[in-house]
């Protein structure tokens, strides 16, 4: 069965560092997005990328944060100095279409970042 | 204001029991689909549902069965005979039309069956 792969599982990191988290999305899919859950909290929108452009993005998305598809089969998200706040665990989610046609995100098992 | 509410935050049941999760929706949107994910200890988010808004016919499976009604803007989830295996953390979700792909998440409940 087809499915959202995510790397790394766990990273940590020294406040101040860049970090990357990488998905691969289902291959036949069009629309990726990120989500994120601080611990023990609800899980948040972060950012929507369809056609190798960002769809739509929350507050929580701001300058710090970037996401690329570089390859084509990658979808990756960066934080480019990280904070304390930054800790949480990170979900990469894929859907063939918009939510509302297809009614299904498919998520990964998520990387859960650990800010130090 | 919140979207999708779970008030519920907590649940504890012993084993055999039947337990419902409690859901309540906001929206102005006509065309909506509401969730249910499951999210065990190892912190994976397991789609268990989705249901849009036309649609109000209860559905089963399994162990598992959930309740729509759009006149209280309720999607509430019961576990019937509850298993060890079942204790998570169970999120309900909504994802508007207008709002496109953005899902809005409950705050979850979390759920323990005692054996």
């Known amino acids: 069965e087809p499915e959202v792969t995510q790397t790394p599982s766990h990273q940590v990191t020294q406040m101040g560092q860049e970090v990357i988290l990488r998905c691969v999305p289902i291959?036949?899919?069009?629309?990726f997005y990120w989500y994120r859950q601080i611990l023990g909290q609800k899980v948040e929108f972060l950012v929507s990328?369809?056609?190798?452009?960002?769809?739509?993005k929350s507050e929580i998305f701001d300058d710090q944060f970037s996401v690329e598809r570089p390859d084509g089969s990658n979808f990756t998200l960066k934080i480019r100095s990280t904070k304390l706040e930054d800790s949480a665990m990170y979900f990469c989610a894929s859907s063939e279409g918009r939510g509302r046609y297809t009614g299904e995100l498919f998520f990964g098992e998520g990387s859960r970042l650990t800010v130090l | 204001a919140q979207k999708v509410t779970q008030a519920q935050t907590e649940i504890s049941v012993v084993e055999k029991e039947d337990v419902t999760l409690d859901c309540v929706y906001e929206?102005?949107?006509?065309?909506?689909?509401l969730f249910w994910y499951k999210q065990p200890p190892s912190g994976e988010l397991v789609f268990l549902i989705r249901r849009n808004s036309f649609d109000e016919q209860n559905e089963i499976s399994g162990r598992y069965s959930w309740n729509f009604q759009k006149s209280t803007s309720s999607f509430n989830f019961t576990i019937t005979a509850s298993q060890v295996v079942d204790s998570a953390v169970y999120f309900c979700?909504?994802?508007?039309?207008?709002?496109?792909?953005?899902?809005?998440f409950g705050t979850g409940t979390s759920l323990t069956v005692i054996p």
């Open positions: 291959s036949n899919h069009l629309y």
């Open positions: 979700a909504l994802s508007e039309t207008f709002t496109g792909n953005q899902f809005y």
């Open positions: 929206t102005r949107d006509t065309t909506y689909y």
């Open positions: 990328f369809y056609n190798n452009e960002i769809s739509e």
